[in-house]
């Protein structure tokens, strides 16, 4: 990323900023879609998402990765994982930020970078810093105070941070760009997300057709809530580094938090501010390590390295 032109890093750091701000402000779009249930939404996220990345790559002429994808059966089954994950990812969070719970959704992306890097250790069997495993056990004691405090365990954090968490793990074996494995998950959604809307329909059920072309439009356009921030996102990783992005990457929880505490005005009390207060620290522990790293690797790469002479091969 050194090399890039410092015009491509403004563009790539303008690009971050607007795709976490987006997710990071989306708790507001999500009331407006009222009286729609979260699975009526869900269905149409899901449906509307296709069409409108299925119209982007058209036109970018994009597609030679789907021939490709058909043919490896492997690839394909984990794309249908990260399309179920994915999809209760949405899920959830649509029916708390619908049901009061935007500060509790907010905590579960505070917390996936540390169970990511807790399923590293479990599945792929990687070895932590001494600095990161005193980050999850601060995390892992933020969610004892939380649970304490609550009464029950914050099962819809838990849940957004493990499934998104699996969702990214499944993504990078299956090595497809953001829009292009957008499309793909979509795909598989796509019909049962619609036979859903025609049963919902059939049931008289539905609020697309009910509600007016207004509601209808708000419906129509989760597609773009999805896919805008997704190629904003893919803009700023072929352009700044992935430290820069670790850090933009907190952006999207602060904002919803700010959402969920001054727009929303849900509860904070003692022990939530406890809970969020030790997450907050095990990122802070995450973080800096990760840039004492990044600066490690860069005065490495920096140091003029002598290289043993070659010598010229012998002619028989």
């Known amino acids: 990323m050194s090399g890039t032109p410092k015009g491509e890093r403004h563009i790539g750091l303008l690009n971050g900023f607007a795709a976490y701000g987006m997710w990071g402000l989306v708790p507001l779009f999500w009331p407006l879609l009222k009286p729609a249930g979260a699975v009526e939404i869900l269905a149409h996220r899901m449906t509307w998402s296709l069409l409108f990345v299925g119209v982007a790559l058209v036109v970018v002429r994009r597609w030679a990765w789907a021939g490709e994808l058909l043919r490896q059966p492997r690839r394909l089954a984990l794309v249908t994982v990260a399309a179920a994950v994915i999809t209760v990812n949405w899920g959830v969070y649509i029916w708390a930020v619908n049901n009061g719970q935007v500060v509790e959704a907010s905590l579960g992306y505070f917390i996936n970078p540390l169970v990511t890097i807790a399923m590293g250790v479990l599945l792929l069997k990687e070895r932590l810093r001494p600095v990161q495993w005193v980050a999850v056990g601060v995390g892992a004691a933020a969610v004892v105070v939380l649970t304490v405090g609550y009464g029950r365990p914050p099962w819809i954090s838990l849940c957004l941070a493990f499934s998104f968490a699996t969702y990214g793990l499944v993504k990078k074996k299956v090595n497809l760009g953001g829009v292009e494995s957008l499309a793909a998950e979509t795909a598989i959604q796509f019909l049962p997300a619609v036979a859903y809307l025609l049963w919902l329909s059939g049931r008289g059920d539905s609020t697309f057709t009910a509600e007016g072309p207004g509601h209808a439009a708000l419906l129509a356009a989760t597609g773009i809530v999805t896919a805008l921030p997704l190629v904003c996102f893919g803009a700023a990783a072929i352009r700044v580094p992935l430290s820069t992005l670790g850090l933009?990457?907190?952006?999207?929880?602060?904002?919803?938090?700010?959402?969920?505490?001054?727009?929303?005005?849900?509860?904070?009390?003692?022990?939530?501010?406890?809970?969020?207060?030790?997450?907050?620290?095990?990122?802070?522990?995450?973080?800096?390590?990760?840039?004492?790293?990044?600066?490690?690797a860069r005065r490495e790469l920096e140091t003029p390295r002598v290289d043993t002479p070659v010598s010229a091969p012998v002619e028989a």
Not at 258 to 266: K, R
């Open 248 to 296: 933009l990457q907190y952006l999207a929880p602060v904002f919803q938090f700010l959402l969920g505490v001054l727009y929303f005005h849900e509860a904070m009390p003692a022990e939530r501010w406890a809970g969020f207060a030790l997450v907050w620290v095990a990122l802070s522990l995450l973080t800096w390590e990760a840039l004492r790293q990044a600066r490690k």
